[in-house]
């Protein structure tokens, strides 16, 4: 992070006031935890899920902090201290402002990725094909909330051609509170389905917050949409320059049923030498036609995409003696479980060996889509199921005395662990693990 900016500046984009400190003293990044703050840095107090940085700042001081970014009615004493002070009505706000101006001030093309699955794997990809044309930058791991994204639109850089953001959402408002910092040239939306349902109640409110991106287009920017989506393909009605995606003979960038993957955009085909899974060639489709919006050419596209590399924990394949494993723990709602489930049943080898754990946030609809749980690994031919979490139990009760599949169950992964791994060295096959990022299935691996 380099924002070149001045203490007196940084109080002009944030609407603070400089209570102590020289306003032409040089800010060029901030630090968010006091533990790590060194001599001369620039330390923000952030309130979070858990903690309140406010009661930090005695110990940022304490390390050498030079500027400090706090609230006007939660600021300690400062009394003794030669650090310069900057007084916000609000630290998030602050930040955010700081990182939009940042964003405004830099001549890169933007494309900002929301939807309720793929995003990442979208980012990803986006990201390796941007590559190829220039310097391109993007948020990391999981910062793509309202604390992620203006940190990682901070990151921007001169030296920079393009930006790509993914933005996550769990309430109504977030796609909008982000969006508006990131202002995209490009809004690309993969999907609406049941994700967050704890918080937005329904699959509308879902559609409504993720379309929230199309308000903050920049102007003349372009919207990228799912149009094999049922709720997205109402952005058909859309009124800007759009370019849609899908296997629907409508899209305009049209996925073809091949085993590498390829399409049609403007009576053209193309080919790339790549397979993919079927949701994956959508996830393709959404980078391909974001990077033609921004104006990336075709060997762009195609060198981007075979040099993409998938994210850890996302499908992600090994195999241990007999046994193929498809590792998917990232985190997990009722769509990606379906997939994942679909890719197992279509898996050669066997057994199929699905080790489900709860998916979260889904409010008065968990029952139901653990339920249908059951359905899914019916339909897909999976031999055993080894179910945990407190609301796996539903899909367990449906799937007892059933018999088409052999279930284990218990609240923990602890309480089948051992005859897992007595059915994996007896039997290999193909083994899916599957749950919500808090389950933390990937430790499984580690007991098997």
């Known amino acids: 992070m380099k924002l070149n900016l001045s203490l007196s500046k940084l109080a002009s984009i944030t609407g603070g006031t400089v209570l102590s400190g020289d306003p032409q003293m040089p800010v060029s990044s901030f630090v968010t935890d006091s533990r790590v703050v060194k001599p001369g840095d620039c330390f923000i107090a952030l309130k979070g899920l858990t903690?309140?940085?406010h009661a930090f700042i005695p110990q940022a001081l304490q390390n050498g902090a030079k500027l400090i970014v706090a609230e006007k009615d939660k600021l300690p004493s400062v009394s003794g201290s030669s650090a310069a002070v900057l007084a916000v009505a609000d630290t998030l706000k602050a930040l955010q402002e700081t990182a939009k101006y940042h964003?405004?001030?830099?001549?890169?093309?933007?494309a900002a990725i929301t939807g309720s699955n793929g995003k990442s794997t979208t980012k990803q990809m986006l990201k390796s094909i941007c590559e190829q044309a220039g310097e391109t930058a993007a948020n990391t791991g999981n910062f793509n909330n309202q604390f992620g994204v203006p940190f990682s639109l901070l990151e921007i850089q001169p030296?920079?051609?393009?930006?790509?953001?993914?933005?996550?959402?769990?309430?109504?408002?977030?796609?909008?509170?982000?969006?508006?910092?990131?202002?995209?040239?490009?809004?690309?939306?993969?999907?609406?389905?049941?994700?967050?349902?704890?918080f937005f109640k329904d699959?509308?409110?879902?559609?409504?917050?993720?379309t929230e991106i199309v308000d903050c287009l920049a102007p003349g920017g372009t919207l990228v949409y799912n149009a094999d989506d049922e709720m997205l393909c109402?952005?058909?009605a859309y009124k800007g320059k759009a370019i849609s995606f899908g296997f629907s003979p409508a899209a305009d960038l049209r996925v073809l049923e091949t085993e590498n993957f390829?399409?049609?955009y403007k009576e053209q085909a193309y080919v790339i030498d790549v397979r993919l899974e079927r949701h994956d060639k959508l996830n393709a489709a959404a980078a391909c036609a974001a990077a033609l919006a921004l104006g990336l050419f075709m060997?762009?596209?195609?060198k981007g995409l075979l040099s993409y590399t998938p994210m850890p924990m996302r499908l992600e394949r090994s195999k241990r003696g007999e046994t193929e494993f498809i590792l998917d723990c990232y985190n997990a709602n009722p769509a990606s479980m379906r997939n994942a489930l679909e890719i197992l049943g279509r898996e050669k080898n066997s057994p199929r060996i699905a080790v489900l754990g709860d998916m979260k946030e889904l409010g008065e609809n968990s029952k139901h889509y653990h339920r249908l749980v059951a359905r899914w690994l019916k339909d897909n031919r999976a031999d055993y199921a080894f179910l945990a979490g407190e609301e796996m139990k539903y899909a367990a009760q449906v799937l007892e005395g059933?018999?088409?599949?052999?279930?284990?169950?218990?609240?923990?992964?602890?309480?089948?662990t051992s005859e897992l791994k007595a059915l994996l060295a007896r039997r290999g096959g193909a083994c899916l693990l599957k749950a919500s990022r808090g389950m933390q299935f990937e430790n499984i691996l580690k007991e098997i």
């Open 402 to 416: 059933d018999g088409s599949v052999r279930v284990f169950y218990a609240s923990t992964p602890k309480g089948w």
């Open 103 to 110: 964003r405004l001030n830099s001549t890169l093309k933007v």
């Open 299 to 302: 060997d762009e596209i195609k």
């Open 159 to 198: 030296k920079h051609q393009y930006g790509v953001f993914e933005l996550g959402a769990s309430h109504p408002g977030d796609i909008a509170e982000t969006a508006s910092l990131a202002v995209p040239d490009v809004a690309v939306l993969t999907n609406v389905s049941a994700a967050h349902l704890e």
């Open 51 to 53: 903690h309140d940085a």
């Open 234 to 236: 109402r952005l058909g």
């Open 262 to 264: 390829s399409f049609i």
């Open 203 to 210: 699959l509308e409110t879902v559609y409504r917050t993720k």
